[in-house]
């Protein structure tokens, strides 16, 4: 006949995946999503600039009689970690005014003999340390004139003591900036794991129940037709994470947000990529052959459950626990056993706690689990995939022929 | 001229005999109709031919070779259940399957348009199947089994759910397809139309062929039947030796010679009605598809050992 006949393993793969990739890539759900994604990372991005500038500060404003204690406050402030901004106004009710337009925090009226502090309703909690601790130093200037002493030389003394501390188990240093990143990082690839994951099964189970699979099966062998699919799939996650962690690093750059923080954004940028096709290539091809077990959308929940679980288990904890326990004995456990590290390892990476070393091991134990994977998932999918009508069990999938 | 083989097949499930020792032929540019009661083991062998199942003992062959991938990929298949992907549109639907079968990605279009253009679904070629009437569904199924320019076609059910208008074009391509010296296989549980469209029919029960040749071959029965419309039998049957009257109902009489009565006792049948008075029709009776059918299905089922000698 006319047409061409030979159809190599190769191009098979390449049909099934380029169909898989067209299709999706297309589709309203993939756009709005990855849409969703980019926006809330840039908008994320301008909150964090926004709040990161106009920066906390408390604003106390002093009247005329109270302007001498200005410098006293800051210090104070500076002593308990608080940053305060002062400013006079001209009286009593002028401050007032202030307050109750909510642009400044707290009024000083008065300074001796006792600190008095006009708030509209509450004073908040760094504030209150701030009055606090200025109000024992009134009080020790005071008793230190009484005495005779020097109020300034005592209160210098003061200010300088602190305890030297020597950490026998210094925890690792990590700063806001790398924080974030673990959190960014750890919610971005759990969604893109379990969105790409979900898609696979749902596309084994969608040719099973459309009987399409019998027309593919006729000209295709089982493990090309599962290889193209999840290698399709898998293209099209990437793409989607491409995108919304390089709007992340663009508006993290962009707006200046990383200006304090010793956060290496571009590798950790890229070992996210690097964990999310490490990661999808071991969910893709379990969540391939468990789905092929069923022929009814219904019936996915009830054998990809315990993979699900499987991802949401380490995510919690990798989330929860890491960016502020990141040598938690759990977390570090978890970076290295496969199928969680995905979810762990890159949040500690993005902490900055997790050594070269470390990462390699990882990496190595879930790339050396992954021909196992293929092996097993070959067998169930070939085995299952023709089987309409009830479900397969898995022991039958696995033993069969 | 190459042909299909199928050499006995057999295929078990659990405890169920789907195949016992299947074995026919369909040779280059015939139609073959492949009739069965459900169950009989019709889609099992077709599923078989196209390696989406593996029989447990028995061969395929094509021109003397069993079938490998390649071969297999030059077969147009219609399978019982359909399937397409519902949500994707119809055209590239054909042309992805048409590239699966190794076709260029040119050929393949052109291919998707000449064939969408025949079975009168062109303009549908932007819809997705899902949005498709089931009619135009089944075109779409057939049109994915022939888009590859296949060699050889097996079809199962290809009438089902059709219009009237669906069948006529439905039979036309297969009759054009066999013409251009392709083998083609269908099933079917509708007679008159595998009477009308096969060249040899094959009847399945129970995982074996039953009956197999062409369909006058079939039709062929040792006792010849003549219906007669005209005088009554009982006025002039008697005179014709070896030759009796079966049915008589107002003008028309079926009568039957049996096996010692003479090759030109038809003759001697009409003369002897026309003697009587005028005879304004005079046809052979055979039996149809249908009774063949009825009497092979539902004959006792066979033995074993009967089986066995077969």
Do not use: C
């Amino acid at each position: 006949m006319s047409a061409a006949r030979s159809l190599g393993s190769g191009a098979a793969i390449r049909l099934v995946a380029g169909r898989e990739l067209r299709t999706r890539l297309l589709s309203k759900g993939f756009v709005w999503i990855t849409v969703a994604f980019v926006v809330i990372v840039v908008l994320g991005g301008l909150l964090l600039k926004i709040t990161g500038s106009s920066s906390s500060a408390e604003h106390v404003a002093v009247t005329a009689e109270t302007s001498s204690a200005a410098a006293s406050i800051k210090a104070s402030a500076a002593g308990v970690g608080v940053e305060v901004e002062t400013q006079e106004v001209a009286d009593r009710a002028a401050g007032e005014d202030l307050l109750r337009s909510g642009d400044v925090d707290a009024l000083v009226v008065a300074t001796n003999p006792s600190l008095d502090v006009v708030v509209k309703q509450t004073l908040d909690d760094p504030l209150t340390s701030v009055f606090g601790s200025l109000a024992q130093q009134l009080a020790l200037s005071s008793a230190v004139t009484q005495l005779g002493g020097d109020p300034a030389a005592v209160a210098q003394d003061i200010a300088t003591a602190a305890p030297s501390i020597v950490a026998l188990e210094p925890e690792p240093e990590r700063d806001a900036g790398q924080i974030v990143a673990g959190i960014v990082v750890g919610i971005l690839l759990f969604v893109a794991l379990m969105n790409a994951g979900q898609l696979v099964a749902q596309g084994v189970v969608e040719e099973k129940s459309s009987r399409v699979v019998e027309l593919l099966l006729a000209t295709l062998r089982p493990w090309q037709l599962m290889a193209g699919k999840v290698l399709g799939i898998g293209a099209v996650g990437l793409i989607q994470l491409v995108l919304v962690v390089g709007a992340a690093v663009a508006s993290a750059l962009g707006f200046g947000v990383l200006d304090s923080t010793s956060l290496d954004v571009g590798s950790v940028a890229l070992w996210s990529l690097v964990w999310f096709v490490v990661g999808f290539a071991m969910f893709a091809l379990v969540l391939a052959a468990l789905a092929a077990l069923v022929s009814r959308q219904e019936d996915i929940g009830s054998v990809t459950g315990p993979v699900i679980a499987l991802m949401i288990v380490p995510y919690i904890i990798g989330i929860s626990i890491a960016p502020y326990d990141p040598e938690n004995t759990l977390v570090v456990v978890l970076s290295f056993v496969p199928f969680a590290a995905p979810f762990v390892m890159p949040i500690r990476q993005a902490l900055g706690t997790a050594d070269g070393w470390e990462v390699a091991v990882s990496l190595g134990l879930s790339i050396a689990l992954i021909p196992v994977l293929v092996w097993l998932a070959g067998r169930i999918y070939s085995n299952a995939v023709l089987h309409a009508g009830g479900r397969v069990r898995l022991k039958d999938a696995l033993t069969s022929r | 001229m190459p042909s299909l083989e199928i050499d006995a097949l057999d295929k078990t499930y659990g405890t169920v005999r789907a195949l016992r020792g299947m074995t026919f032929d369909v040779r280059a540019g015939e139609i073959f109709g492949f009739v069965g009661s459900n169950g009989a083991g019709k889609s099992t062998t077709m599923r078989i031919v196209l390696g989406v199942l593996a029989q447990d003992a028995g061969e395929v062959r094509w021109d003397g070779r069993p079938l490998d991938p390649d071969t297999r990929r030059r077969i147009g298949y219609m399978p019982e259940e359909r399937g397409l992907y519902p949500r994707m549109k119809v055209g590239d639907q054909l042309v992805y399957l048409a590239r699966l079968h190794g076709m260029e990605t040119a050929a393949a279009r052109a291919s998707m348009e000449r064939w969408t253009e025949t079975l009168g679904i062109a303009e549908r070629r932007g819809d997705d199947v899902l949005k498709l009437s089931l009619g135009n569904q089944q075109r779409v199924q057939l049109a994915a089994a022939l888009v590859h320019e296949p060699d050889i076609l097996v079809l199962d059910e290809p009438f089902s759910g059709l219009d009237p208008v669906a069948v006529d074009v439905m039979s036309g391509v297969l009759r054009e397809q066999a013409d251009a010296g392709r083998p083609v296989v269908f099933s079917s549980h509708q007679l008159e139309l595998v009477e009308r469209l096969s060249d040899r029919v094959g009847i399945v029960r129970a995982g074996s062929m039953v009956a197999l040749g062409g369909i006058d071959e079939l039709r062929r029965t040792p006792n010849r039947r003549w219906s007669v419309d005209g005088p009554p039998g009982a006025a002039w049957a008697a005179d014709v030796p070896a030759v009796r009257v079966v049915a008589s109902t107002g003008t028309s009489t079926i009568v039957e010679a049996d096996e010692s009565a003479p090759a030109d006792v038809d003759q001697t049948v009409l003369q002897a009605a026309l003697a009587a008075g005028p005879v304004r029709e005079f046809t052979v009776v055979r039996p149809s598809l249908t009774e063949l059918y009825r009497d092979v299905v539902t004959a006792d089922e066979p033995t074993d050992t009967q089986e066995g000698a077969a």
